[in-house]
C-alpha cells in the first residue's frame, strides 16, 4: 500500500468511526432520556402503589375486593418496572 492509498484508507476509516460515535452518541442521549422518562413515570405509578397500601393498611377489612386486585397489579408492574431499569443501568453505563 503507498503513501497515498494508505492516507485514503486512514481517511475512510476515520469517517466511518466517526459517524458511528455520533450515532452511539446520540443514541446513549435519548437512552438516558428514555431511562429518565421510564424512572419518572414509576414514580408517579409508586405513589399510587403507596397510597393504595396506606388505604389498605389503615382498613384492610373495608377494602373492597376491586381494590385489593388492583394493589397487587401495581405491585407486579412496579417489580417489572425497576427490573427494567435496574437490567438498563446492568447493560450499559447510563449512571453518568
Known amino acids: 500500500m503507498n503513501e497515498e492509498e494508505l492516507k485514503a484508507e486512514a481517511k475512510k476509516l476515520y469517517?466511518?468511526?466517526k459517524t458511528?460515535?455520533?450515532e452511539l452518541k446520540v443514541q446513549a442521549h435519548l437512552a438516558k432520556a428514555e431511562l429518565r422518562d421510564k424512572w419518572q413515570e414509576t414514580?408517579?405509578?409508586w405513589e399510587r402503589f403507596e397510597a393504595k397500601a396506606k388505604?389498605?393498611?389503615k382498613g384492610a377489612h373495608k377494602a373492597s375486593e376491586d381494590v385489593?386486585?388492583?394493589f397487587v397489579l401495581l405491585g407486579h408492574q412496579l417489580q417489572e418496572a425497576y427490573k427494567d431499569i435496574k437490567q438498563a443501568f446492568r447493560s450499559s453505563d447510563?449512571?453518568?
Open 15 to 17: 469517517e466511518k468511526l
Open 20 to 22: 458511528q460515535r455520533d
Open 43 to 45: 414514580e408517579h405509578d
Open 55 to 57: 388505604t389498605i393498611g
Open 68 to 70: 385489593g386486585k388492583g
Open 94 to 96: 447510563l449512571t453518568d
